[in-house]
T-cell receptor, first 108, second 113 residues
């Protein structure tokens, strides 16, 4: 079983829809990261969080440490949000374990 | 200019050839990493370095070697490239602790034919 599981693997939605991507992990962590990878391949760090909730523009990330679960939400989705979203966790040894990613496609 | 620069961006090479991928950073970060990404798989760690002269193997280091020439430079070598090393390679950096987040390079798409 992978230590970081994301769901869904693929998601297609209409522009304007509210999007939720989930991440569950099975190891102890010091922080959880959400990354965005655009079709060109570049990876950008969106959030790093260890508790509660963070918001940046239309993106919201939440984490529940007790349940070992995090969600990434996108409000008022737009075609430019189409990308692969990657969840990753870092533990006490500062190494990062990556999920396999969720491929999001927003239709105009 | 990008904070983390990888060269080349794309490369096609033949089986058995030696190839070097280079990474340089202007973040001033101590820690540098090389990852590979394959379709359907998450990013996998090849090698990492927490400081100049510090080199550590990751989960898939066989067939690769690295050199940390300076704090700002970390290169990845494939001594004798093979087709299953065809992948997207990323260099990343972090501060003294990853709690402050990673910065990734734009990636190098390597094809071994």
């Amino acid at each position: 079983k992978n230590e970081v599981e994301q769901s869904p693997q693929n998601l297609t939605a209409q522009e304007g829809e509210f999007i939720t991507i989930n991440c569950s992990y099975s190891v102890g962590i010091s922080a959880l990261h959400w990354l965005q990878q655009h079709p060109g391949g570049g990876i950008v760090s969106l959030f790093m969080l260890s508790s509660g909730k963070k918001k940046h523009g239309r993106l919201i990330a939440t984490i529940n440490i007790q349940e070992k679960h995090s969600s990434l939400h996108i409000t008022a989705s737009h075609p430019r949000d189409s990308a692969v979203y990657i969840c990753a966790v870092s533990g006490g040894d500062d190494k990062i374990i990556f999920g396999k990613g969720t491929r999001l496609h927003i239709l105009p | 200019d990008a904070d983390v620069t990888q060269t080349p961006r794309n490369r096609i090479t033949k089986t058995g050839k030696r190839i070097m991928l280079e990474c340089s950073q202007t973040k001033g970060h101590d820690r540098m990493y090389w990852y590979r990404q394959d379709p359907g798989l998450g990013l996998r760690l090849i090698y990492y370095s927490f400081d100049v002269k510090d080199i550590n193997k990751g989960e898939i280091s066989d067939g690769y070697s690295v050199s940390r020439q300076a704090q700002a430079k970390f290169s990845l070598s494939l001594e004798s490239a093979i087709p299953n090393q065809t992948a997207l390679y990323f260099c990343a950096t972090s501060d003294a602790t990853v709690l402050r987040g990673y910065t990734f390079g734009s990636g190098t798409r390597l094809t071994v034919v």
